[in-house]
T-cell receptor
Framework: GAGVSQTPSNKVTEKGKYVELRCDPI?????LYWYRQSLGQGPEFLIY????????DSGLPNDRFFAVRPEGSVSTLKIQRTERGDSAVYLC???????????FGQGTRLTVV | GQSLEQPSEVTAVEGAIVQINCTYQ??????LSWYQQHDGGAPTFLSY????GLEETGRFSSFLSRSDSYGYLLLQELQMKDSASYFC????????????FGTGTLLAVQP
């Protein structure tokens, strides 16, 4: 597609439930990133994929968070046993090279009630 | 460790010039990127400095001095639509290219 697509745009879930957030990067971009952003803060790094493998998952806050990118394109961020503190906007970005910059999707606003 | 410092807020008037400074400490430094984010929107890539010096893109310019661990974004001929948050972000190379964002600078352009 023309840009990074994230679905759903909004997700409301009950505490303790499992959620999946999807990211469809720009075609041909081998690098894919997940961030989350709370109000008034900058994007917080979660995980970075180069191709199918997670090159850096040091930002995942705990083992309830997991992400996959099985075919090197679409990625899914999975959150188990959601907590109210997980509420944030989850942003996905993809890039081709370092100096071409990363292109962000519009994000998924996750609300845990 | 890694740290980034930017002013939290800057106010300027339409037509003016504003400079947003960024100082950083990172290991494995590989250049400096700048992103713009409007309220409720996604971050948008503005520029990347891989080497020292000035990069110009239209009304926006970005400068980097690696020896001083310092960079800035210069916005000229400010327009109301430039009101947004601006983030400097040093990528890390090697096995990872993650961008580290600080809390950003909120620019308010007044008429």
């Amino acid at each position: 597609g023309a840009g990074v697509s994230q679905t759903p745009s909004n997700k409301v879930t009950e505490k303790g439930k499992y959620v999946e957030l999807r990211c469809d990067p720009i075609s041909g971009h081998t690098a894919l990133y997940w961030y989350r952003q709370s109000l008034g803060q900058g994007p917080e790094f979660l995980i970075y994929f180069q191709g199918t493998g997670a090159a850096d998952d040091s930002g995942l806050p705990n083992d309830r968070f997991f992400a996959v990118r099985p075919e090197g394109s679409v990625s899914t961020l999975k959150i188990q046993r959601t907590e109210r503190g997980d509420s944030a906007v989850y942003l996905c970005a993809s890039s081709l090279t370092r100096d071409s910059g990363a292109f962000f999707g519009q994000g998924t606003r996750l609300t845990v009630v | 460790g890694q740290s980034l410092e930017q002013p939290s807020e800057v106010t300027a008037v339409e037509g003016a010039i504003v400079q947003i400074n960024c100082t950083y400490q990172t290991s494995g430094f590989y250049g400096l990127s700048w992103y713009q984010q409007h309220d409720g929107g996604a971050p948008t890539f503005l520029s990347y400095n891989g080497l020292d010096g000035l990069e110009e893109t239209g009304r926006f310019s970005s400068f980097l001095s690696r020896s001083d661990s310092y960079g800035y974004l210069l916005l000229q001929e400010l327009q109301m639509k430039d009101s947004a948050s601006y983030f400097c972000a040093p990528p890390r190379g090697g096995a990872t290219n993650k961008l580290i964002f600080g809390t950003g600078t909120l620019l308010a352009v007044q008429p």
